[in-house]
């Protein structure tokens, strides 16, 4: 199996509190794990990703932890802002080709 | 976008008909792939190509062929449409120099009636 479950569907935060986005993957062939950011009408842009080598990458407020062991990652946005306000997936591949979690769509209140 | 232009944007179309949506990039990237994208499962990967005239099927390539005859175009097709084919189509490009990142187009929203 290659599928990557991501979770919740959807979140809602207020604006500074920290938003956490969760995936869970089953290929342990996979060596890439990005994640992508998606404003409505818009394609899918590459927000922040992480090799299997590294258990943490931060990027601005954006950060990534990796549990290898438990084949799971997330996504953390500190300080969410109501600009954040978006959907966002996350990816498990290798050789080049992604497969992708169904989405969490992030909502930011003032 | 990334010089990755698709097109058309938007497209209406009715059953059985045939449907070809394009996807143009200007970065002279080597991987090209289509997927389509419908709630709840997120983005899945239709075709996909290496290199000119090099193409492989992805998860759900049933009802679909493409074609690469330049490196900046890759053509997605749908022999027939049907309902279950109304969805987002996205093409992303992918070059060898900034390794595993995908680059992906506006979308095209196409609807099957």
């Known amino acids: 199996q290659q599928q990557v479950k991501q979770s919740p569907q959807s979140l809602i935060v207020q604006k500074g509190g920290i938003s956490i986005i969760n995936c869970a993957y089953e290929?342990?062939?996979?060596?890439?794990f990005p994640w992508y950011q998606q404003f409505p009408g818009k394609g899918p842009a590459l927000l922040i990703a992480i090799r299997p080598d590294v258990s943490e990458k931060k990027e601005g407020r954006f950060t990534i932890s990796f549990n290898k062991s438990a084949k799971q990652f997330s996504l953390h946005i500190m300080d969410s802002q109501p600009g954040d306000s978006a959907t966002y997936f996350c990816a498990g591949g290798n050789t080049g080709k992604l497969i992708f979690g169904q989405g969490t769509t992030l909502q930011v209140k003032p | 976008d990334a010089g990755i232009t698709q097109s058309p944007r938007h497209k209406v179309t009715e059953t059985g008909t045939p449907v070809t949506l394009r996807c143009h990039q200007t970065e002279n990237h080597r991987y090209m792939y289509w997927y389509r994208q419908d709630p709840g499962h997120g983005l899945r990967l239709i075709h996909y190509s290496y290199g000119v005239k090099d193409t492989d099927k992805g998860e759900v390539s049933d009802g679909y062929s493409v074609s690469r005859s330049k490196t900046e175009d890759f053509l997605l097709t749908l022999e027939s449409a049907t309902s279950s084919q109304t969805s987002v189509y996205f093409c992303a490009a992918r070059g060898t120099e900034r390794g595993d990142i995908q680059y992906f187009g506006a979308g095209t929203r196409l609807s099957v009636l």
């Open positions: 290929n342990t062939a996979f060596d890439y």
